[in-house]
């Protein structure tokens, strides 16, 4: 019996350790600073009747203090280095400086706190600095992910693709917890589009909830640790790599082609005169005088623009990663992908050559024609070719778009290209595969558990 009990009792600990990180993941809290409607207010109003004030710890625990009511609900304000909470002109209870933990507020029985015109889970914290506070929402993850999912992703998507972007979305937001994101200014991650979009209780729909609770605790690892678990929203056919827009060639992060069609695929065209191309230039400190001409001078292995070069009347000046993209904000935003080709007044263009092993032939790639299986021939806008390992995108030498009034643009996806595309995945799940196997697709190499 003995030797049998010990036995269950290692069992036990074995099947525990397997779990940790998902469990531990489950029961984190998060630090979300309301930064898109709440950033720096020197007072906000709770519009709930009953609400409970007490202290916030680091670990999430909340030591409760008070109960309060007020039929008009509540106004929470920084005084000094104090906060109040006041029933109409009577303040109820103040909050001093405490080094057993935060100024925070619940609602009894778990409810949402209702802050202006929105509603969020879990408590509500308030430290002031200067007279003012940007409020903060402690709240779990899996809670968390509640208000981000539908906000990240169209909750009509497949539920695979909603399942996806779950585990995304929460190794998302761990991984930059962990790495202190905003640390300096005293919460994990903040509600705007570089953290994740977070819209609170206000966004839940059941389809996303359902997706998050079938993914409960679920994240991707490499190495044991949380990636940096990069989306976006359309790719145009082929993903790029990390170091092609940020620094460090994450190898999780690694360039791949769609394996099925894109749902609804971006497709774009923007068009700039030669001013605007100046105007853009100035604003970003390039000395180059009038622009004159402009080109992709290097390329990722996927197609996208790795280098841009504007030539001047004193010059050229180039761009590149996500510099390309942001260039051209100060004259009609920045460009939706980096995935384009330019067509110019008077553009050149270098050849290709293509053989069939006994014939060859070169030229523009535009004047080249493919046949479809019906026999019709259209024109080749774009060709790629697979070497055993990368999907590349065949190039000419590139091409100088000059003359005339100005230039187009004529572009395919959205985003910056990296990690998972949403509608890549969406067009996955359309097609039959899971939740697994569309993370397995889009970084490479990982474990999700």
């Known amino acids: 019996m003995k030797r049998l009990m010990k036995m269950l009792i290692t069992f036990a600990v074995i099947v525990a350790a397997s779990n940790i990180f998902s469990v531990a993941a489950h029961a984190t809290t998060l630090r979300i600073g309301l930064m898109r409607s709440f950033r720096d ?26 109960d309060l009511h007020s039929t008009g609900g509540f106004t929470i304000q920084a005084q000094g280095g104090a906060v109040t909470v006041s029933a109409g002109s009577a303040v109820q209870f103040t909050f001093t400086a405490d080094a057993y933990g935060n100024p925070q507020i619940r609602i ?73 994101r905003h640390r300096n200014l005293g919460f994990d991650l903040c509600d705007r589009y570089c953290c994740q979009v977070y819209r609170g209780a206000d966004a839940e729909q059941a389809a996303t909830t359902q997706a998050v609770r079938d993914t409960a605790g679920l994240m991707l690892l490499y190495g044991g640790e949380p990636i940096l678990a990069a989306y976006f929203s359309s790719s145009g056919g082929v993903t790029d790599a990390s170091e092609n827009v940020w620094v460090d060639a994450l190898p999780y992060l690694r360039s791949v082609a769609e394996i099925a069609p894109e749902y609804n695929p971006m497709v774009w065209e923007r068009q700039f005169t030669w001013a605007q191309l100046t105007q853009a230039a100035q604003a970003a400190g390039a000395n180059i005088g009038t622009v004159t001409g402009i080109s992709v001078t290097r390329t990722a292995s996927g197609g996208r623009a790795k280098e841009l070069t504007f030539t001047g009347t004193n010059g050229q000046w180039t761009r590149t990663g996500e510099h390309i993209r942001n260039v051209f904000s100060p004259i009609d935003g920045q460009l939706p992908s980096r995935n384009f080709n330019i067509a110019g007044a008077t553009s050149t263009s270098g050849d290709v050559y293509v053989t069939d092993g006994v014939v060859g032939n070169s030229g523009a790639l535009s004047g080249f024609h493919v046949a479809s299986g019906q026999g019709v021939a259209t024109t080749v806008a774009e060709a790629y070719v697979f070497d055993g390992q990368n999907t590349r995108r065949l190039q000419s030498a590139a091409a100088t778009a000059t003359g005339g009034t100005g230039i187009t643009i004529n572009g395919r996806g959205w985003g910056h290209g990296v990690g998972m595309s949403q509608r890549g995945a969406e067009g996955m799940a359309r097609e039959g595969f899971d939740f697994r196997a569309i993370l397995s697709h889009y970084y490479t190499g990982v474990e999700i558990r």
Do not use: K
């Not at 020197?42 to 202290?55: D, E, K, L, P, Y």
């Open 108 to 180: 009894p029985g778990g409810g949402t706190v209702s802050m202006g015109e929105y509603n969020f889970r879990g408590a509500m914290e308030f430290m002031p600095s200067g007279g003012v506070f940007t409020p903060v929402n402690v709240v779990s993850v899996e809670d968390y992910l509640y208000g981000v999912v539908p906000a990240e992703m169209f909750p009509r998507f497949h539920i695979e693709a909603l399942r996806a972007q779950a585990v995304a979305s929460r190794t998302f937001a761990i991984h930059n917890r962990n790495g202190g």
């Open 41 to 66: 207010q020197a007072s906000v109003n709770i519009s709930n009747n009953h609400i409970t004030v007490g202290r916030g710890l680091a670990d999430g625990t909340f030591n409760a203090i008070q």
